[in-house]
């Protein structure tokens, strides 16, 4: 287990990265859509 973590790959570390990316985008969306139409609604006006 222990080489897992020393060694550098590059596939394990695509897959972390998306996955992370994956995971943050849908933690963030909820919070951004109510912002993005407030925003939209205060420039129309």
Do not use: D, E, H, R
């Amino acid at each position: 287990m222990m080489n897992i973590m020393i060694t550098y790959n590059p596939i394990l570390l695509g897959i972390f990265t998306a996955s992370w990316t994956a995971g943050m985008a849908a933690m963030m969306f909820p919070a951004i859509v109510p912002m993005v139409l407030l925003y939209n609604k205060l420039t129309t006006n």
